[in-house]
């Protein structure tokens, strides 16, 4: 049982640079999002989806672009990377808005 | 808006030390009340959870009780262990439709000395 499963685990981009993360979740999941964390700002959310096809603002999302064509995947895109986005990605899915998330093993990415 | 307030870190103990890590929260509605842990190099995981107030999440030892009248759900255990050493952090459910993220705290590292 593979769970949540992020692609890339690192990269290193430079400055406007693009790119694209992929999470990839085999629970059947309709909720699933993107975090960043950053020393002493824990985590952030970018962006969520609550199921196929739908996608939502979090606190962070100026700088990336998502996208859900398929249920199981989440994908988060940076058009024009930027040295402020140099952190760790991490995605999660849930059942439902009160159940647990299950999160990814994370993306490490830096941008010069 | 929904927020979670955590005990500034890092929080360094002895071997068979007592543990507490204070969290307090706001929201709107009824919402869920969330533990996780991150051990390095790793997401996060769920440590406990509970789903209304008075209930207490357990597991692996730590426990926390879901205080609706101080709004705090502070994270407890008896006597920690190297293995415990990890980023602890407590969160909140979203609680109804336009709602659906989860609130983070920022985190509390915790660092147990043998």
């Known amino acids: 049982n593979a769970g949540v499963t992020q692609t890339p685990k690192f990269r290193v981009l430079k400055t406007g640079q693009s790119m694209t993360l992929l999470c990839a979740q085999d629970m059947n999941h309709e909720y699933m999002y993107w975090y960043r964390q950053d020393p002493g700002m824990g985590l952030r959310l970018i962006h969520y989806s609550v199921g196929e096809g739908t996608t939502a603002k979090g606190e962070v999302p100026d700088g990336y672009n998502v996208s859900r064509l398929k249920k199981q995947n989440f994908l988060l895109g940076l058009e024009s990377a930027a040295p402020s986005q140099t952190s760790v990605y991490f995605c999660a899915s849930s059942y439902s808005i009160a159940e647990k998330l299950f999160f990814g093993s994370g993306t490490q990415l830096s941008v010069l | 808006g929904n927020s979670v307030t955590q005990m500034e870190g890092p929080v360094t103990l002895s071997e068979e030390a007592f543990l507490t890590i204070n969290c307090t929260y706001t929201a709107t509605g009824y919402p869920s009340l969330f533990w996780y842990v991150q051990y390095p190099g790793e997401g996060l995981q769920l440590l406990l959870k509970?789903?209304?107030?008075?209930d207490k999440g357990s597991n692996k030892g730590f426990e926390a009780t879901y205080r609706k009248e101080t709004t705090s759900f502070h994270l407890e255990k008896g006597s920690v262990q190297v293995s415990d050493s990890a980023v602890y952090f407590c969160?909140?459910?979203?609680?109804?439709?336009?709602?659906?993220?989860?609130?983070f705290g920022t985190g509390t590292r915790l660092t147990i000395i043998p």
């Open positions: 969160a909140l459910s979203g609680t109804n439709f336009g709602n659906e993220k989860l609130t």
């Open positions: 509970a789903t209304k107030a008075d």
